[in-house]
């Protein structure tokens, strides 16, 4: 029997062991460890590979989500609208910047549903925080829209989607800032915790450079209450290297996915994300391979007795179910989602042999 694991950790370090070796070394031998040229270099690359005007590199996209509402001016009590399919991390981040978070529904394409937004609009309403999920971009023209109407500030959860784009435009560089994350499983991943916040205004730059180095400004004076929220000087290095061969390894997620869709498309009891290409509006990195199953725990049980991992987002549950943190909003398209969701293996880890082996099983699951 094949062992195809959902996510292979090691391969993280071992498909590059000699680079990461090397930058350790560099980085090492110059005792070049907090905020140093690395860190620098790597922000410089990240805003161009994005289109966004500046790139910060903070401790992980949680930190660099709050000080992005932070720097927004998000004032105590302000609402904002997020989807409730997304990471609990979303959520506290508006929570720890002192706002409320008003989780709605996802839509057919998992991501933010633009009606569900228009109806959870209030007086106390200041922002919109779309999750750009899995590697795909949200319909930005919509929501960006709803806002203008609105007069309401977007955010951008795009932690899992760096080089996803909407109209040829990267996800992270439609509102005031947005968060990236480099969790090691994540398409561009360090090797421990890892973020950046992007933004195209100069204001709030100034101000995040501020919040991640406890409000010390460039003389060392404290001008304001902060985080201690760097990026690693050596996981900046690590990642600077990586950013190079990014698109390849974009390119190569989605030939992934043209294979699942060649071999799952036609299986009527699984609903896949769009193939690449099939819709002009969207180039996604595919993050994750998130379907909908019916059958689905029998599925994923099938499935790890026949040696393959997956994994169901957010410990199966959706913010708006965590009643412990005193959501009440009723959405009962996102509970009927959740309970189909599953994500199969999606990472360079993969031979096109694994996936058509995750493949031939599902479709025994079916035709037993």
């Known amino acids: 029997m094949k062992s195809v694991p959902f996510f292979n950790y090691p391969h993280v370090f071992t498909a590059s062991e000699d680079r990461f070796i090397d930058t350790f070394r560099s980085v090492g031998r110059r005792g070049a460890f907090i905020m140093q040229k690395d860190l620098v270099d790597f922000e410089r690359n990240l805003a161009a590979y994005t289109g966004a005007k500046y790139a910060v590199g ?106 996803s784009k909407f109209k040829g435009k990267s996800a992270g560089t439609f509102g005031r800032a947005a968060c990236i994350s480099f969790y090691p499983a994540k398409v561009l991943g360090c090797l421990g915790d890892g973020g950046a916040v ?21 003389t060392g004076e404290v001008v304001l209450w902060g985080l201690n929220s760097r990026l690693d000087n050596l996981e900046a290095a690590y990642l600077d290297f990586q950013l190079k061969d990014y698109p390849g390894v974009v390119a190569r997620r989605r030939n992934i996915a043209t294979l699942y869709q060649q071999r799952l498309g036609s299986c009527p009891q699984v609903k896949l994300p769009a193939a690449p290409g099939a819709e002009a509006n969207h180039f996604d990195i595919f993050q994750n ?42 959405l009962p398209a996102t509970d009927a989602l959740f309970t189909r969701l599953l994500m199969l293996p999606m990472n360079m880890a993969l031979s096109d042999e694994d996936v058509n ?3 031939d099983c599902i479709v025994e699951f079916y035709g037993r």
């Open 198 to 218: 992007l933004t195209n205004e100069d204001e709030i730059y100034a101000k995040l450079l501020l919040l991640r180095d406890h409000g010390r400004d460039h």
């Open 289 to 330: 391979y998130e379907i909908e199953a019916e059958q689905r725990d029998a599925l994923k049980d099938y499935l790890k007795s026949r040696g393959i991992g997956t994994l169901i987002q957010w410990g199966g549950k959706a913010v708006h179910q965590f009643k412990k943190l005193g959501f009440s909003q009723q």
């Open 58 to 163: 903070v401790a992980n996209a949680t930190d660099g989500l709050q000080m992005a509402f932070q720097a927004g001016g998000l004032k105590p009590s302000e609402e904002v609208i997020i989807c409730s399919h997304t990471m609990v991390a979303t959520a506290a981040a508006v929570h720890y910047a002192g706002g409320v978070p008003v989780p709605v529904e996802a839509g057919p394409d998992h991501l933010i549903d633009v009606a569900s937004i228009r109806a959870a609009i209030t007086s106390r309403t200041r922002a919109i925080c779309p999750t750009q999920l899995n590697g795909r971009t949200c319909d930005m023209d919509a929501i960006m829209a709803l806002a203008k109407e609105h007069h309401l500030d977007v955010y951008e959860d795009a932690a899992q989607a760096l080089g």
């Open 357 to 359: 082996y995750v493949a």
